[in-house]
């Protein structure tokens, strides 16, 4: 699949996506991408974030590639069963927070819990670190199999975000545009 054959939602997590964000830079350089956009990007409320996330797809021309970061991996994978069938034909989510387990989450981000461990109905990829604070590697591998997602190793890589060195993120990119070009 080609990125000019698709609707690219990028969804951003608990603070959105700042300007030298990996997300931004890809929206701003994808066609046809743009951020789903939530109404707080600092209180999150599960139901609030869902439906944001299943609006944008409802409301996509095309079929949907999903890019998410963060608790926008969270929010996607809880707003399965609000997608028209058939319309997302994959994931590539990144860093996804085990908002079960972590320590030191916000009381509004555990209240994402549990998340769901049904198969995901689309092919996905999970990005994930051995060193994110917010996820042991472990535990997201563990996510991955019961969504039916490929696990990729990012290596010592913390939350793959600014913070973490990973502005414009070309890695990431590629890793994008081979999982395309298997759909």
């Known amino acids: 699949m080609k990125t000019a054959d698709c609707d690219i939602l990028i969804v951003p997590g608990l603070g959105g996506s700042g300007e030298g964000h990996w997300q931004a830079r890809w929206a701003g350089r994808l066609p046809t991408a743009r951020i789903v ?38 929010a996607c994978v809880e707003a399965v069963p609000l997608f028209p069938e058939g319309v997302v034909r994959g994931a590539l989510f990144v860093a996804v927070p085990d908002v079960e387990e972590a320590p030191n989450l916000p ?7 549990p998340l769901p461990r049904d198969p995901l109905p689309f092919p996905s990829l999970l990005v994930a670190s051995r060193t994110d604070p917010h996820c042991s590697y472990d535990r997201a591998d563990d996510f991955a199999h019961a969504w039916g997602a490929l696990t990729v190793d990012a290596g010592e890589s913390g939350h793959i975000n600014i913070a973490s060195g990973h502005g414009p993120w070309p890695e990431g990119l590629m890793r994008l545009a081979g999982f395309m070009k298997g759909l």
Do not use: K, M, N
């Open 107 to 113: 009381d509004t981000v555990r209240a994402f819990a």
């Open 37 to 74: 956009a939530q109404d707080d990007w600092h209180t999150p409320s599960r139901d609030e974030w869902c439906g944001q996330v299943a609006a944008a797809v409802r409301e996509a021309t095309r079929p949907v590639i999903l890019i998410a970061h963060s608790l926008g991996v969270v």
